[in-house]
Nanobody
Framework: QVQLVESGGGLVQAGGSLRLSCASSGLSFSSYHMGWFRQAPGKEREFVATITWSGGRTYYADSVKGRFTISRDNAKNMVYLQMNSLKPEDTAVYYC?????????????????WGQGTQVTVSS
C-alpha cells in the first residue's frame, strides 16, 4: 500500500519560512519523480515544484521560483519543500505526489499517488 504523508505546515508571518516534508512508503521511491502541488480555497490544484527521480533536475512554477527549493533523499524515501520569503498568496493546502511519467511533469493528472496534504497559512 502506497502512502505519502506530508508534514511541516503551519501558520507563519509574511516573509517567514517553512520546510515541508513528505515521507513515502510502499513504492520504489527512487524510481519516481516527485512533485509538490497546492490548492487554495475555491481554486484548482496547481503545480509548485517537481524533482526528477535522481534529484538531478528541478522545475518550479514561476510564482515560487527563487523562493522555494525542492529536494529529496532517496535513502530516506523523503522529499522536501523549503519555502522562504512566504507571501499571503502562498496560503494553501500543500500536497506531495509521485509519478512514473517519463518526465518530471507539471501536470496534475500525470501523478499516480498523492498525500493527504498539509495546511500552510501565511498572515500579512
Amino acid at each position: 500500500q502506497v502512502q505519502l504523508v506530508e508534514s511541516g505546515g503551519g501558520l507563519v508571518q509574511a516573509g517567514g519560512s517553512l520546510r515541508l516534508s513528505c515521507a513515502s512508503s510502499g513504492l520504489s521511491f527512487s524510481s519516481y519523480h516527485m512533485g509538490w502541488f497546492r490548492q487554495a480555497p475555491g481554486k484548482e490544484r496547481e503545480f509548485v515544484a517537481t524533482i526528477t527521480w535522481s534529484g538531478g533536475r528541478t522545475y518550479y512554477a514561476d510564482s515560487v521560483k527563487g523562493r522555494f527549493t525542492i529536494s529529496r533523499d532517496n535513502a530516506k524515501n523523503m522529499v522536501y519543500l523549503q519555502m522562504n520569503s512566504l507571501k499571503p498568496e502562498d496560503t494553501a493546502v500543500y500536497y506531495c505526489a509521485a509519478t512514473r511519467h517519463p518526465i518530471a511533469t507539471m501536470r496534475t493528472n500525470d501523478y499516480d499517488y498523492w498525500g493527504q496534504g498539509t495546511q500552510v497559512t501565511v498572515s500579512s
